[in-house]
């Protein structure tokens, strides 16, 4: 008889059997006094550990069927499973893989078993692959990596997870690896990398284009400059030249970012500053007092920004100094995601106070004025 150990579950089987002997007696309706005692109860105990026996054999016969159905699911699962499965003993042989896995090495399941799962791993990862076991040995936790296995003699990428399974001989473990494709993958990666490169180049020659396109107009404005008699006329142009400098000085920081989207606002103002002293000839009178936190803005923020920036300095040196030495200062510093301070100042003669920079008609409010509105 099948022994059972939990002591529980033996009272409750003996109980059970002693209620079903009851009532087969009171069917059968046995006179039970004639017998001797001790003969009466052997006879009991022989009919309960029938009875125990029956219901023990009726409980194998449902554990059984529930294995059986547990291994069809198991067996359903694993072999058709999308993913590759492929079960290595310990000494690294294959002794089951499911229906992707015969698929992906192009072999029929009976020409891979008890053969090394190595032998399918491509020379370059086979020293990888290597140390992965030895890793998931030594740790007894899942690993994943990428390599390469072969198909035939061409290799190609996947990503293998490792895992340790028991195993029913010797008591030792077995290793489930889980193989993905991950070609497709890699080829498309392959096609976005070149279609970025391709547009990198596309953007590299449209900065360029219109970057000289501006220098073309810069130039051009400081000949016609030359050729201009009245006063009014040279300043105008020379304002518009450094406007256009300004947006040149832009497109030539989008060429060396990066990311061709966002341009350094530090370097940006530094590099117009000194563009706009250099035009003025004011290099050697005017010092700069640059305090720029380093910010990278995009291409609109940094060309409008720029433009302020422009007729403001371009003001300063104009008007401030009258040809005395002095300094400019310039304080950028971003306040919020949002909001950036802007401080231009200058130690040069200052503005009278009889003038209402707000509805002021000199070229300095309107312009400032403009620009500001623009922005």
């Not at 089987?13 to 046995?30: D, P, Q, T, W």
């Not at 529930?66 to 492929?86: D, G, H, R, V, W």
Request: charged share 25%; proline share 2%; glycine share 4%.
């Amino acid at each position: 008889m099948i022994k059972i150990k939990n002591k529980n579950n033996v009272e409750k089987l003996r109980f059970k059997a002693e209620e079903l002997l009851n009532h087969k007696i009171n069917e059968l309706e046995i006179d039970d006094s004639n017998i001797p005692e001790d003969v009466n109860e052997l006879i009991h105990e022989l009919q309960i550990h029938h009875i125990e026996l029956k219901m023990q054999n009726e409980e194998l016969k449902k554990s059984q069927i529930e294995l059986q159905t547990s291994n069809i699911k198991y067996f359903e699962l694993y072999n058709f499973a999308p993913c590759s499965y492929f079960t290595l003993n310990p000494n690294g042989m294959i002794i089951d893989v499911n229906f992707a896995g015969t698929f992906i090495l192009g072999i029929d399941k009976i020409y891979l078993i008890n053969r090394a799962f190595i032998q399918f791993v491509a020379p370059d990862s086979r020293y990888k692959f290597k140390k992965l076991i030895e890793n998931v040995s030594e740790h007894e936790k899942i690993m994943k990596c990428e390599l390469e296995l072969l198909k035939g003699k061409k290799p190609f990428p996947v990503i293998m997870e490792i895992n340790l399974n028991s195993y029913s001989e010797e008591n030792s473990q077995s290793v489930m690896i889980t193989v993905v494709d991950i070609s497709e993958l890699k080829n498309a990666e392959k096609l976005v990398k070149k279609s970025l490169e391709e547009k990198e180049v596309l953007l590299r020659e449209i900065n360029h284009r219109v970057k000289n396109n501006l220098q073309i107009i810069s130039s051009l404005l400081h000949l016609q400059e030359g050729c201009a008699e009245a006063g009014d006329a040279v300043d105008v142009l020379k304002k518009s030249q450094g406007r256009v400098k300004s947006m040149a000085i832009v497109q030539e920081k989008l060429s060396q970012s990066p990311n061709y989207s966002h341009i350094n606002l530090k370097d940006y103002i530094e590099k117009l500053v000194q563009a706009i002293l250099y035009s003025y000839g004011s290099l050697e009178t005017i010092k700069t007092d640059l305090n720029i936190e380093d910010l990278n803005l995009n291409r609109d923020t940094s060309t409008l920004l720029g433009l302020i920036i422009n007729e403001l300095v371009t003001n300063i040196v104009k008007y401030a100094f009258k040809g005395t030495e002095g300094t400019i200062s310039v304080k950028i510093k971003s306040k919020s995601e949002e909001l950036i301070d802007i401080i231009i100042a200058d130690n040069g003669i200052g503005i009278s106070e009889n003038i209402d920079l707000e509805n002021s008609d000199t070229s300095w409010s309107s312009d400032c004025n403009q620009s500001s509105r623009t922005a």
